[in-house]
């Protein structure tokens, strides 16, 4: 296999390995692993990174109101720029998206699922 392929086959360990630990969490069939939830959870995640880096929350909204008045883009090549601009922020910081990545695995996969289930309960009962 060549180092390519090794990398590809890593990160394929790590994206299986977190969909088994959601449908643990959360249920296989929907719950809090279904798509829209799963793109909610994505979101958080994205303006809490946004928010640590000084941004605002009058930013945030006019970005939301700037991406919601343009066509839909299709899903592999978004998922695709959401990571060109994850490399390239991580890369400003001196951050490795990898180690990051590697240690939020290693971090989540510690605590019981029900930590999780419970913080997934109050985000429902919150509206969210």
Known sequence: MT????????????????LDWCHRAFGANGGDADVPTR??????EALELFQAN?????DALRLAWYVFNRPVGEVPQEI???MVTLYA?????GLSVE?????????????????????????????L
Do not use: H, N, T
């Open 3 to 18: 180092l390519r392929g090794e990398m590809f086959a890593a990160r394929g360990r790590r994206q299986a390995a977190i």
């Open 39 to 44: 793109g909610r959870r994505f979101l958080e």
């Open 54 to 58: 000084g941004g605002s929350v009058e």
């Open 80 to 82: 695709g720029g959401v």
């Open 89 to 93: 922020l991580a890369e400003v910081l």
């Open 99 to 127: 180690e990051c990545e590697v240690a939020e695995i290693d971090r989540v996969l510690s605590k019981p699922v029900e930590y999780f289930q419970k913080r997934q309960q109050e985000k429902r009962e919150a509206g």
